[in-house]
């Protein structure tokens, strides 16, 4: 397979039964139950996602994390990034299956953590009207024991490097009080145990400008979503008054996810070093319900055309900086999921596979794999009562 670019997908080790879900949720939650219970809402609407290959799996499994990596390798996913929940004074999260990735030394796949540095507010439900786990910054100490755990990982010899050093993301840097000091705060400690710094990079969220550099970072990684405000396609006409009777109130908003192509991108390259973020789709109806972000119309050659213009936009990057992130391998309630499904099976691990293997002179010519019929024809009419 042809290496354009080294692609990382975001791996959400949830999937499991964890006291705080228990005591909010109800014994025995996970996202799937959320995924399990979706429905459509409107006439063309996918949903429910329904997983194939690996089923529904739970993440205490060492065999289904060795399926996971098995499969990402075979599609040419270098590595996971897994989200990694440290909200202070030693507390993690939905810890344990990255935990005995760690220990076990099992699957042998690389991986990088991404620090997901925010409060679960109602997290698997997509509303935010209540705390379930507060993120908090208690000092430089309660940094410098973060950082001898993460040491641990750094040390492992699977971890993702840039140039031989530990790629490390924060998942919302301007919350961290005196980043950039904390930033210079972890190399020092990384280059006293023995590691050539740390390589770390910050998501900026909606903000085209953000630069990485006056904070102490080495690069970024801009996500985009457009807004939720109960925007419908307006040759919809009923789902439009619908929405206007509401008077206001934050309603299901729904987007082409064709129409997306041009805008979850850049345009063009920033001064700075930036990372692309590729979404599949984006459905979080199964936690939000009515209040949910949809993209309509997701298709794997949909998609292809979103990694040709991520794989152009690193082109140029030195090797070990082309880097392609995509979101998500496994946020099955988001609806953003590389992990097969039974409707697509594994067209969205192809089309990465394919668009990975075209030669590079082939790169930013016209998509020509095309849709089906079916998939043009897709509708939203909205289902009536």
């Not at 930013?364 to 009419?381: K, N």
């Amino acid at each position: 397979m042809r290496r354009n670019a080294r692609v990382i997908a975001y791996y959400l080790p949830q999937y499991h039964p964890v006291p705080e879900n228990d005591a909010f949720w109800g014994k025995g939650f996970t996202e799937w139950t959320n995924v399990a219970k979706a429905k459509p809402l409107y006439h063309g609407h996918y949903q429910p996602h329904i997983p194939a290959d690996l089923g529904f799996y739970d993440l205490r499994c060492p065999e289904t994390r060795a399926a996971q990596a098995e499969l990402a390798r075979e599609y040419g996913i270098e590595a996971f990034c897994y989200y990694h929940y440290w909200l202070g004074g030693g507390r993690r999260l939905i810890e344990r299956p990255f935990n005995e990735v760690l220990a076990s030394g099992e699957p042998n796949f690389p991986f990088c953590l991404c620090w997901a540095n925010h409060s679960w507010n109602n997290i698997w439900q997509g509303i935010a009207n209540r705390t379930l786990a507060e993120q908090t910054y208690p000092g430089m100490k309660d940094h410098e024991e973060h950082f001898r755990f993460l040491l641990r990982a750094f040390s492992d010899p699977r971890y993702v490097a840039v140039d031989g050093k530990p790629l490390f993301l924060i998942y919302k840097p301007d919350d961290v009080p005196e980043l950039e000091r904390v930033a210079d705060f972890w190399r020092e400690l990384a280059l006293k145990a023995g590691l050539k710094g740390l390589y770390l990079a910050g998501i900026s969220h909606f903000a085209p400008h953000w630069d990485p550099r006056p904070r102490g970072l080495d690069a970024c990684m801009m996500q985009k979503l457009p807004e939720r405000n109960g925007r419908i396609p307006a040759r919809y006409l009923f789902t439009k008054l619908k929405v206007a009777a509401s008077r206001g109130e934050h309603v299901l908003s729904v987007y082409d996810y064709e129409e997306m192509l041009d805008f979850l991108l850049r345009k063009n390259r920033p001064e700075w070093t930036d990372f692309p973020c590729l979404l599949p789709n984006w459905d979080n109806t199964p936690r939000a319900g009515m209040k949910g972000l949809v993209f309509h119309g997701s298709t794997p050659a949909l998609f292809r055309r979103l990694i040709r213009k991520g794989l152009d936009l690193v082109a140029d990057y030195p090797d070990e900086e082309r880097i392609l992130f995509v979101k998500a391998w496994n946020e099955w309630a988001e609806g953003n999921h590389l992990e097969p499904d039974l409707r697509f099976g594994r067209g969205y691990l192809e089309a990465l596979r394919d668009e990975l293997s075209m030669p590079s002179s082939t790169m930013g010519a016209p998509d020509r794999s095309g849709l089906t019929p079916a998939e043009t024809a897709a509708s939203i009419a909205p289902v009536r009562a």
